[in-house]
C-alpha cells in the first residue's frame, strides 16, 4: 500500500509517501520558523495561509523523488488534530479532496501517534509495549503505549510544554524562534554550576509537569543582570546551559519515575525536543542504569513532518479503517480516544 501523508499541524508543511512494504518513498518539508520569527510565534492565520502556498508544489515534489504515478496511490493520510484549526483544515481539504478524485481512503491522523511511532521508521524500531515521551512545542506527556492505538495517559504538563518553555525563555535571550536548538546551541559554552535552576515537580510523587515557574525563575535571572537579555555573552550562555540542564533533568527524572512504575524495559521518545543532544545522552545514561532500552527517530522525523503521518495512517489503513464523510479536524483531541488498531 502507498499512503501519502500530509501534515499541517502548526507551521510546518509536510508531505511524504510511504510504502508498507518497501518503506519510505518520499519526504519533503517547508518550515515557516523564518515567516514566525518577526513575531517570536506561531500566527495561526499566516500559518495558514503558507500551507496553502506550499502544499502543491511539495505533493509534486514528493511525486517525482517517488517516481510515483496518481494511480500508484493507494490511500491519503493528513493530520485531522490536535493543531491549528486554520492549518488542519488546508490538509484536510487537500487529503480529502485527492482522496474523492482518485477513489481511494483516506484517514485522518492524530499529530502526536504520528510522532510516537516516528521511530517506527528507524532500522532499529521499538517493540511493543513501551514508555513514550512526547515532548513538543505544544505537548509534554508521558505515555504507557501498550499495543498500538492503546495509549494510556500517566502524565503531561499542568502548564507551559518543555519545547513553549524553550521558546519564551529564548525570546528573553534575545535568541530567534523556534527556541530549542538556539538555547541548545548558546548552552555549549556555557556554565552549568553558575546558576542552580529549580527542577520542577520532582520533589514530589507523580508524573506531572510543569515548567512555567522555571520560566519565570528564568527570566529573574536575566533581569538581574546588567546589560539587557541576560547581559554579556558568557552570562547569556551560563543562563541558557542552566535553564536547559533544569529542563533535561526534570524530564529524565520523570522518565526514570515512569520505567519503575509501569516496569516497562523500552523507551521511546519522540517530538521536536527528542532532538534536544543533551536530553538524548542523558535519558540513555538514565535507560542503561535501568536496564531499558532508548528509541527515537532521527532528527528530520522529530520535528513535524509527513513521513509520521503516511506512516501512521498506514498502519490504520491496512487495519481497515478509513474516515466517514462527516470527519472533521480536531483542534482539541486527546490521545487516549484515538482506538486500538485492529491486528
Not at 492503546?150 to 513553549?164: F, K, M, N, P, T
Request: hydrophobic share 40%; net charge negative.
Amino acid at each position: 500500500m502507498k499512503v501519502l501523508g500530509i501534515e499541517t499541524s502548526c507551521d510546518e508543511t509536510g508531505l511524504a509517501i510511504y510504502d508498507s512494504e518497501a518503506g519510505l518513498l518520499a519526504d519533503a518539508l517547508h518550515s515557516q520558523a523564518a515567516m514566525h520569527n518577526a513575531y517570536g510565534g506561531v500566527v495561526p492565520e499566516l500559518a495558514s495561509r503558507d500551507h496553502i502556498r506550499h502544499l502543491i508544489p511539495l505533493l509534486n515534489k514528493v511525486m517525482a523523488q517517488s517516481q510515483c504515478q496518481s494511480q500508484d496511490i493507494t490511500g491519503v493520510a493528513y493530520t485531522r488534530g490536535p493543531g491549528l484549526i486554520g492549518a488542519l483544515l488546508t490538509g484536510s481539504v487537500l487529503a480529502r479532496s485527492l482522496a474523492w478524485t482518485l477513489g481511494v481512503p483516506v484517514i485522518g491522523v492524530h499529530h502526536m501517534e504520528g510522532h510516537l511511532l516516528a521511530p517506527m521508521l528507524e532500522d532499529k524500531p521499538p517493540a511493543w509495549p513501551f514508555v513514550a515521551l512526547l515532548v513538543s512545542g505544544g505537548h509534554t506527556q508521558l505515555i504507557a503505549a501498550e499495543e498500538p492505538g492503546c495509549y494510556r495517559l500517566l502524565g503531561e504538563s499542568v502548564d507551559d510544554a518543555a519545547g513553549e518553555a524553550f521558546d519564551k525563555v529564548a525570546t528573553l535571550l534575545g535568541l530567534s524562534y523556534p527556541g530549542g536548538p538556539q538555547i541548545a546551541a548558546l548552552a555549549e559554552q556555557g556554565n552549568q554550576d553558575r546558576f542552580r535552576f529549580p527542577r520542577p515537580m520532582t520533589d514530589r510523587p507523580g508524573l506531572d509537569f510543569s515548567f512555567s515557574g522555571l520560566k519565570t525563575f528564568t527570566r529573574t535571572r536575566i533581569e538581574e543582570q546588567e546589560g539587557p537579555c541576560g547581559g554579556d555573552l558568557q552570562t547569556r550562555q551560563d543562563i541558557a546551559r542552566g535553564f536547559e540542564e533544569a529542563v533535561v533533568d526534570t524530564l529524565t527524572i520523570k522518565c526514570r519515575r515512569a520505567l519503575r512504575q509501569t516496569g516497562m524495559k523500552r523507551l521511546v521518545i519522540a517530538g521536536g525536543v527528542s532532538a534536544n543532544r543533551r536530553l538524548r545522552q542523558r535519558l540513555e545514561t538514565m535507560a542503561t542504569a535501568e536496564g531499558a532500552g532508548l528509541y527515537y527517530a532521527r532528527p528530520a522525523l522529530c520535528t513535524d513532518n509527513g513521513a509520521m503521518i503516511a506512516y501512521a495512517g498506514c498502519q490504520r489503513l491496512l487495519a481497515g479503517e478509513q474516515d466517514p464523510a462527516d470527519a472533521a479536524p480536531r483542534p482539541r483531541w486527546p490521545l487516549t480516544e484515538v482506538g486500538r488498531i485492529p491486528a
